[in-house]
T-cell receptor, first 115, second 113 residues
Framework: AQSVAQPEDQVNVAEGNPLTVKCTYS??????LFWYVQYPNRGLQFLLK??????LVKGSYGFEAEFNKSQTSFHLKKPSALVSDSALYFC?????????????FGQGTTLQVKP | DVKVTQSSRYLVKRTGEKVFLECVQD?????MFWYRQDPGLGLRLIYF???????EKGDIPEGYSVSREKKERFSLILESASTNQTSMYLC????????????FGDGTRLSIL
């Protein structure tokens, strides 16, 4: 069965420091992976996706994610955190082989960036 | 830019009422989704539609139904609202072709009293 896990409920970093939000996945077949961000009282916003190719994927707002097939991970990273990056982050994996567009979401990780 | 609009940001209803949540998207997407979001549980899929009048149950369909009479509109119906359906409800859409992200509305925070 396909699944995605975010092992940390909350990540705390100081402004200006690098940040990492962790995600691991379990899929049969090729993994198609996504990161979303949710600000308070808003819907989810798409940040980036991995389909194939370069293991380092660049996305919106300076975020990037590193795909690691051997570790089945897709960690979200940013070289220098901003207070405005504080939000809830979701990792997701495409469900199944058919083209239904369905995703399985992780539980979410709250990122807190302190000044 | 894709716009997914949910008709209400906040909604308060009473136990036993029939509740309608509306969602409209403006990008001609074939796929539309309804999720509920609860703390610590992430997003759980309630129902999915891949075309007009077509629907599939998601992971937690009990107590809900959906309607998709037009391509742009996907409605979630709580047949007889109960307090355990108090939650944040999110609608999303995506195109059928390719591996594309879903685009989300801002959500409806529903309270059942």
């Amino acid at each position: 069965a396909q699944s995605v896990a975010q092992p940390e409920d909350q990540v705390n970093v100081a402004e200006g420091n690098p940040l990492t939000v962790k995600c691991t996945y379990s899929v049969s077949g090729n993994p198609y992976l996504f990161w979303y961000v949710q600000y308070p009282n808003r819907g989810l916003q798409f940040l980036l996706k991995y389909i194939t190719g370069d293991n380092l994927v660049k996305g919106s707002y300076g975020f990037e994610a590193e795909f690691n097939k051997s570790q089945t991970s897709f960690h979200l990273k940013k070289p220098s955190a901003l207070v405005s990056d504080s939000a809830l982050y979701f990792c997701a994996v495409k469900k199944g082989s058919s083209n239904t567009g369905k995703l399985i979401f992780g539980q979410g990780t709250t990122l807190q960036v302190k000044p | 830019d894709v716009k997914v609009t949910q008709s209400s940001r906040y909604l308060v209803k009473r136990t036993g009422e029939k509740v309608f949540l509306e969602c409209v998207q403006d990008m001609d997407h074939e796929n539309m989704f309804w999720y509920r979001q609860d703390p610590g549980l992430g997003l759980r899929l309630i129902y999915f539609s891949y075309d007009v009048k077509m629907k599939e149950k998601g992971d937690i369909p009990e107590g809900y139904s959906v309607s998709r009479e037009k391509k742009e509109r996907f409605s979630l119906i709580l047949e007889s609202a109960s307090t355990n359906q108090t939650s944040m409800y999110l609608c999303a859409s995506s195109p059928r072709q390719g591996i594309q992200p879903q685009h989300f509305g801002d959500g409806t925070r529903l309270s059942i009293l």
